[in-house]
C-alpha cells in the first residue's frame, strides 16, 4: 500500500483502522505498531510516512476516553475521522461533532457517499455549520453510480479533503488519490482551490489546526 501511495505522489497516510464495536483494535498498541510500520517503509526505502489515527464509530464516541480519543485522533492532533452511524445522516451526529467540540477535538466526516438521503445536502451544510469537515472518498469521484453525486456535492461547497477509504493492496480502493483530486478540477469552482483541497487542508489538520475552506458551502 505504501508503494502505491508513493506511486501516486502522496506522501503521509493516516492509518485509520475501525474504532467501534465489532473491530478488536487496541488503542493502546497503535502508536507502536505505526512506528515499527515506518521502520519497515523506511528499509525498503518507500518515501512514505505513515501517521496514527482512527475511523471512530459515532456509536462508539461515548465510551473513549479522552487519552483514548488523542491516541486515535489523525496524528494525535485533535481532529477525529468520524464515522457516521448507517443510514441517513441525522441529528445524533451534529451532536457527536459538538460533543467532540466540547471535548476538545474536531470531527472529519467520513464517506458522506454513504448516507444518502433527500436532505443529505442540508445535513451536510449542518455540520459544516457545526466546526466539521468532509472528507470524500476519492474513488466515487472517478467512477460509479456515485460519481455525479458526489461530483455536484463537491461543487456545492461541500467537500473538502479525498481520503482514499483503502483497506488493502490485494482489492478494493486503492491508495490513490490523484484521479479523484482530478475529477475535481472539472469543476469550475474548485479548481483554483485543488492545492489546499490535497495539500494544504490535510497539512492543516494533522498539525492540529483549523484549515478555512476557501469557497463556501452556502451558494
Known sequence: MARVAAADGIGTIAA????????????????ERVSKL??????EEIPVEVVTGGEVAETALDRLQTDELRAVS????????????PGPLGPSLVSAVDHLRERGFRALIAHPERHLSSDLRERM??????????????????????????????????????????????????????EGIAALGELEALRPHLSWIAEEA??????????????????
Open 16 to 31: 485509520t483502522p475501525h474504532i467501534r464495536h465489532d473491530h478488536d483494535v487496541r488503542i493502546g498498541e497503535l502508536r
Open 38 to 43: 515506518n521502520e519497515a517503509i523506511t528499509r
Open 74 to 85: 489523525l496524528a494525535g492532533a485533535g481532529w477525529i475521522l468520524l464515522e457516521p452511524r
Open 125 to 178: 451544510e449542518e455540520l459544516i455549520d457545526h466546526g466539521a469537515l468532509i472528507q470524500g472518498t476519492a474513488a466515487f469521484l472517478v467512477s460509479g453510480n456515485a460519481r455525479d453525486g458526489m461530483l455536484s456535492l463537491a461543487d456545492g461547497g461541500l467537500i473538502h479533503v479525498l481520503g482514499s477509504d483503502s483497506h488493502s493492496s490485494h482489492g478494493g480502493r486503492p491508495l490513490r488519490l490523484s
Open 202 to 219: 490535510p497539512r492543516a489538520i494533522l498539525s492540529g489546526e483549523v484549515p478555512v475552506p476557501p469557497y463556501s458551502h452556502r451558494g
